[in-house]
């Protein structure tokens, strides 16, 4: 018969892994009271676990960058709830995936599961099945973005908006100031010439409709639709905005006085393009306690 499963040994595991108190006494009852064992049967419950939450919409968590000004890192890391993106576990979880990221230069999820995770004994995957198994949610590494430049300056807004701006030149300043403008105003391309034609001609249509409305001549018309034009290209683009911090000259202008050039930015906001499911907040907390 084997020994009692005593109080000090569920704490001890529950400190080493994490996981319910009642997941901690059933491992090490299922084990005869070998910690070790039953920290590895709550990882392998935890990866069940992970299989059966796999499915469920996870459009809340952070943005994470790691970055030393040379080369950085940028990540989505996903839960369901904004709860769990404030836990502890979650965010040191997302910062040691950045970290990874950063180290290893990966520009893949999938190869970024199968990496070490750093100061961790474990990959990526498994530290992520893990800490599904400690906060009872859904967690998703959903895309990463790695580049290097002669500077590479980023802004972290929160924790729900990062932006990484690779400039031409070494400052630094100026990197992170252009970042922080790209954060609140959206930009969709450097310059107006990267604007698609497609959208263009989209834009186009439309202003030629509410035009035809004015009851102007056509050539009239046709210069209103240029002047629109015109203005809606230095509005999605990141030289024509004016600049946050001095509206009174745009970041193309900024960038001339630093004898600069954007070579791309990379823009991050939890969720986006994540439908979410809208649900009672009393039935939410329900399910959780029912799931776990």
């Known amino acids: 018969m084997s020994a009692p499963i005593s109080a000090t040994m569920v704490k001890e595991l529950r400190e080493r892994t994490g996981a319910a108190m009642m997941d901690c006494k059933k491992a090490l009852e299922a084990t005869q009271g070998d910690l070790e064992a039953a920290i ?4 392998k419950s935890g990866a069940a676990k992970a299989g059966k939450k796999a499915g469920r919409i996870a459009a809340e968590g952070v943005v994470v960058v790691a970055g030393n000004g040379k080369k950085a890192a940028m990540l989505e890391i996903n839960s369901e709830t904004d709860f769990v993106a404030r836990d502890s576990n979650f965010t040191t979880f997302a910062k040691a995936a950045a970290e990874t990221a950063l180290n290893a230069g990966v520009t893949d999820v999938a190869q970024l599961a199968g990496l070490s995770l750093q100061g961790t004994q474990q990959t990526v995957e498994e530290a992520r099945l ?61 310059s107006p010439e990267q604007v698609s034609a497609e959208l263009i001609a989209k834009e186009k249509e439309i202003y ?24 809606f290209l230095d509005e999605v683009s990141l030289t024509g905005q004016p600049f946050v911090k001095d509206p009174d000259v745009t970041v193309g202008s900024l960038l001339n006085k630093h004898r600069a050039k954007v070579i791309a930015f990379h823009r991050f906001e939890v969720g986006e393009g994540i439908e979410k499911v809208v649900e009672d907040f009393k039935e939410a907390v329900m399910s959780q306690v029912q799931s776990r």
């Not at 949610?137 to 430049?149: D, G, H, M, P, T």
């Not at 924790?159 to 959206?186: K, W, Y």
């Open 40 to 43: 590895e049967e709550l990882r």
């Open 130 to 190: 893990a800490l599904i198994t400690k906060v009872g949610e859904n967690v998703q590494v959903r895309r990463i973005v790695f580049v290097e430049a002669p500077t590479v300056g980023t802004y972290i807004h929160g924790s729900r908006i990062g932006v990484m701006v690779e400039l031409d030149t070494d400052n630094l300043d100026l990197a992170r100031d252009v970042a922080m403008h790209i954060a609140a105003s959206r930009p969709i391309v450097v």
């Open 208 to 231: 030629m409709a509410q035009a035809a409305t004015s009851g102007k001549p056509q050539d009239i018309i046709e210069k209103m639709v240029v002047g629109r034009l015109k203005k």
